[in-house]
């Protein structure tokens, strides 16, 4: 599985990353991209199976992503890890197709069970 980490601070995408493999996913392979635009680049060229976008990046935000792609036709399983989570931005990202929402801070148990959902 190929696993996009998408957020304009690097030590938020390594932090994401580390959690992941710490949840059993060492095997997968990671991408990272420092915000939308970018991000937009990688999926086109390297055809993530999984996004983990933040919501707050310079160019192109995470929901402007988010649209971005589902406009385009495109289902990767996508979702975010936000230091926001009011109901509001969680109705916002359902909506919009997001798969899930993950407050920051996080635990790895958080990104464990949800992985355990989405691969199964």
Do not use: Y
């Not at 420092?34 to 199976?49: E, F, T």
């Amino acid at each position: 599985m190929l696993i996009l980490i998408v957020d304009d601070s690097r030590v938020m995408r390594h932090i994401v990353t580390r959690t992941l493999r710490q949840t059993g996913c060492g095997d997968h392979e990671f991408v990272e991209a420092g915000n939308g635009l970018a991000a937009l680049r990688v999926i086109s060229s390297d055809a993530p199976d999984l996004v983990f976008s933040g919501w707050n990046m310079p160019e192109m935000n995470g929901i402007e992503l988010l649209r971005a792609l589902r406009n385009a036709g495109d289902q990767t399983e996508f979702g975010f890890v936000t230091s926001e989570s009011s109901p509001e931005m969680r109705e916002i990202a359902m909506a919009a197709g997001a798969r899930f929402l993950i407050a920051k801070p996080f635990t790895a148990d958080a990104f464990s069970e949800l992985m355990g959902e989405l691969i199964s």
